[in-house]
């Protein structure tokens, strides 16, 4: 991660590392039964670092919904602790909806 005129640059492959650590880091803090149920499904769908908006896709919008109600914050500061830059995540549910989790009440974005 470099810093250039103010704007933060991230790469591909240290989005994808930040993503490897709190996967770990959240296998360890909730337990590999939780994890593997409900976590572990989550890719990562990409990081925009001009908005700060990083997007994970759930398998379905139930999974998304359940992952704001019981991992919103954890996962958010989980990100913003390896990439400052994120202001806002994005779980992706089954391609039914956005939601989107950040300091403010969760947003519905129709696809």
Do not use: C, N
Not at 48 to 67: I, Q
Not at 79 to 89: D, E, F, I, K, T
């Amino acid at each position: 991660m470099t810093q250039a005129m103010g704007i933060q640059s991230v790469s591909a492959d240290s989005v994808e590392s930040a993503w490897s650590a709190i996967r770990a880091s959240l296998r360890k803090s909730v337990g590999p039964r939780t994890f593997d149920g409900w976590l572990k499904p989550l890719t990562l769908g990409g990081f925009d670092p001009e908005s700060g908006v990083l997007y994970l896709k759930a398998t379905s919008r139930f999974t998304a919904d359940w992952v704001d109600t019981h991992f919103r914050e954890h996962l958010l500061q989980a990100w913003r602790a390896m990439l400052p830059g994120v202001s806002q995540l994005i779980v992706e549910g089954g391609g039914e909806s956005l939601r989107a989790i950040g300091d403010d009440a969760v947003v519905e974005i129709e696809p």
